[in-house]
């Protein structure tokens, strides 16, 4: 299990950018599924985008092309650049730790969460 703090949100303009940044605290965090969760006010937990233990990235499809995920396994951080925001991309965002290969789509299969960040898009 690993402790997670998310930092980064803010609220900017459509068309800006954001960089959001998630600390790890625990061990073995180079072994771990890292994804970026976002949860809009009533609707569902979704995932954004995970990057697995060998470092491959996977994106929800309005996320593809404007955000990047990222990883630095030596200071067990995690990264999204977020591009091009849109107001639909408001929500509050969480860092989250999963098995090694872990899909975004499969919430539910990361067990580890942050307290998430706010992300606020106006147009």
């Known amino acids: 299990q690993l402790q997670l703090m998310e930092s980064g949100g803010g609220s900017v303009q459509a068309g800006g950018s954001l960089r959001l940044s998630c600390q790890a605290s625990g061990d073995l965090y180079h072994s771990y599924s890292m994804g970026w969760f976002r949860q809009a006010p009533g609707k569902e937990r979704e995932g954004v985008a995970v990057i697995d233990g060998d470092s491959n990235p996977t994106y929800e499809g309005s996320a593809e092309g404007r955000f990047t995920i990222s990883r630095d396994n030596s200071n067990n951080a995690l990264f999204l650049q977020m591009n091009d925001l849109k107001p639909e991309d408001t929500a509050m965002y969480y860092c989250?730790?999963?098995?090694?290969?872990?899909?975004?789509?499969?919430?539910?299969?990361?067990?580890?969460w942050g307290q998430g960040t706010q992300v606020t898009v106006s147009s």
């Open positions: 989250a730790a999963g098995p090694f290969y872990s899909p975004y789509e499969d919430v539910n299969s990361f067990h580890s």
